[in-house]
């Protein structure tokens, strides 16, 4: 095939409408966006470069944010630890004195206790008769018992009120 160079000057191509090699651009289209794209490849590249240097510049911001973030949480926690002090261990006793031992939960050896007010009014009363035989042995005969042992239950029902049985 001749180079351009050598064809002579009255030479028309036969393909400039539908080249074959350019899937049926024609040629003349295919040279103008060649042209542009050349002018658009620098442009590209700059912005390449621009991304590139936002991309620095909010990765150097997140570094800073990040040791700020770690620096607030740091006083944070030393503040916290300031306003709730921990429990400093009891003092050690001292060998001499006999070591105290450890009061009892509850109120005081001889206090009355406290109890619930006993209702005014019983609304219901259930007699349970006693047992044919002993629970903890399971022995029978049992003996009756002139005493009678009585329990007040309080059902706390919101609505429509509070109900009592003996």
Same mark, same amino acid.
């Given at each position: 095939?001749? &180079? ?11 393909? &400039? ?6 899937? %049926? ?13 050349? %002018?658009?490849?620098? @442009? ?12 620095? @510049? ?26 709730? +002090?921990? &429990? +400093? ?15 009892? &939960? %509850?109120?005081?050896? %001889?206090?009355?206790?406290? @109890? ?51």
């Amino acid at each position: 095939m001749p &180079r351009f160079s050598e064809l002579d000057e009255a030479f028309v191509c036969q393909y &400039r409408q539908s080249c074959p090699y350019l899937e %049926g651009l024609p040629t003349r289209w295919v040279w103008q966006r060649y042209q542009e794209a050349a %002018g658009l490849e620098c @442009q590209y590249e700059y912005q390449l470069k621009e991304l590139d240097r936002q991309l620095d @510049q909010a990765r150097s911001r997140i570094g800073q944010l990040e040791r700020q973030v770690q620096e607030l949480q740091a006083q944070n926690q030393a503040l916290h630890r300031r306003q709730f +002090k921990g &429990r +400093k261990a009891p003092a050690a006793a001292t060998p001499e004195e006999p070591s105290p031992l450890p009061k009892k &939960r %509850g109120a005081p050896v %001889g206090h009355p206790p406290w @109890q619930r007010p006993a209702p005014r009014q019983i609304d219901q009363v259930v007699k349970v008769p006693a047992p044919k035989r002993c629970p903890h042995c399971h022995r029978d005969g049992l003996q009756a018992v002139a005493q009678v042992h009585e329990h007040v239950q309080e059902d706390i029902v919101l609505q429509p009120r509070t109900v009592a049985v003996c």
